[in-house]
């Protein structure tokens, strides 16, 4: 058999050689390491201490002890070598967190899940039900969401108290979805969009109702989507702090982010320790549930269901 053309041996051999395969990703191995580290590990250091920050400044000051708290010029202000656990002693067992914290759970629980149920209907009914100014209602409902709360709450307190709902977590789990609804309604419009028409055309041939195609089909492929709106819904009942202000009077009906900071102020006197370790205890839920779901959550905000 005759040999191959030089060039082509050089190929093969060029091929064949594990040495000369180059295994990098994209086209990262065309930028040089100090390029590499100014346009990326640089910025991305500093967008990471930007953010961390503010948590670890809230964890130091949880653990120290009053008297460096108080005196900065003695104590070094970044670290502490006397770490102390007073705070979150007096935070759980000399005040009513644990029961702040029910509350907060139970009314951000109920609040999202009704918003989360009505938003599904009304998702499905404007994206998949032809009528007439379907994108409109689209369109003003969430511009609803653009309303801000501090113009909302005066009259929604005063329905509030008409109706005998005023100190009462059930005020919150009612007005809650005044503000969470709108943006559930838009984001599952998006993620709906993405579910393939033609599942449903062969689900209505074949003898389906709406409810049973809402039920057995858009749903259960809209499960990202879902998650994604119910993390939103939960991260703003459980920040939400103005309704929860002005609705909410006794010390055993309030929520976490009022009732730290009502609490633990006395005049002009901030009780820093407690303060803090309050929340930092309240921000440890949320980490958790970003925690199990984040993948979930950046599918839905990209739309993962593809025909």
Request: glycine share 4%.
């Amino acid at each position: 058999m005759t040999d191959l053309p030089a060039s082509k041996v050089d190929l093969k051999s060029v091929l064949s050689s594990p040495s000369r395969v180059d295994h990098s990703e994209g086209m990262s191995y065309l930028q040089s390491v100090p390029r590499r580290i100014v346009t990326l590990y640089l910025p991305l250091a500093i967008i990471v201490f930007i953010l961390l920050f503010p948590f670890y400044w809230m964890a130091l000051t949880s653990v120290k002890p009053d008297e460096q708290l108080l005196d900065l010029d003695k104590y070094n202000p970044f670290w502490t070598w006397n770490p102390t656990f007073k705070h979150f002693h007096k935070l759980l067992f000399e005040s009513y967190y644990p029961h702040w914290l029910w509350n907060t759970m139970y009314v951000a629980i109920c609040a999202t899940v009704l918003s989360i149920v009505a938003s599904v209907f009304a998702a499905y009914a404007i994206v998949r039900l032809r009528y007439k100014g379907a994108n409109l209602v689209g369109g003003l409902i969430f511009l609803a969401y653009l309303v801000p709360p501090s113009i909302l709450f005066i009259p929604l307190a005063t329905v509030v108290y008409q109706y005998g709902l005023f100190d009462s977590p059930l005020a919150l789990i009612l007005t809650y979805p005044t503000i969470l609804i709108p943006f559930s309604t838009w984001l599952l419009m998006g993620y709906f969009k993405t579910i393939p028409f033609e599942l449903e055309e062969c689900a209505l041939i074949d003898g389906a109702s709406r409810w049973q195609i809402l039920v057995k089909i858009v749903v259960p492929l809209a499960i990202p989507g879902l998650i994604s709106a119910f993390i939103f819904c939960f991260t703003l009942c459980w920040n939400e702090f103005i309704y929860a202000l002005t609705f909410l009077q006794s010390t055993s009906n309030k929520t976490v982010p009022v009732a730290i900071v009502n609490e633990f102020v006395d005049g002009d006197i901030y009780r820093w320790g407690s303060l803090m370790a309050g929340a930092l205890a309240g921000s440890l839920p949320l980490v958790i549930l970003y925690a199990f779901f984040v993948e979930h959550y950046v599918s839905a905000m990209t739309g993962a269901v593809k025909e």
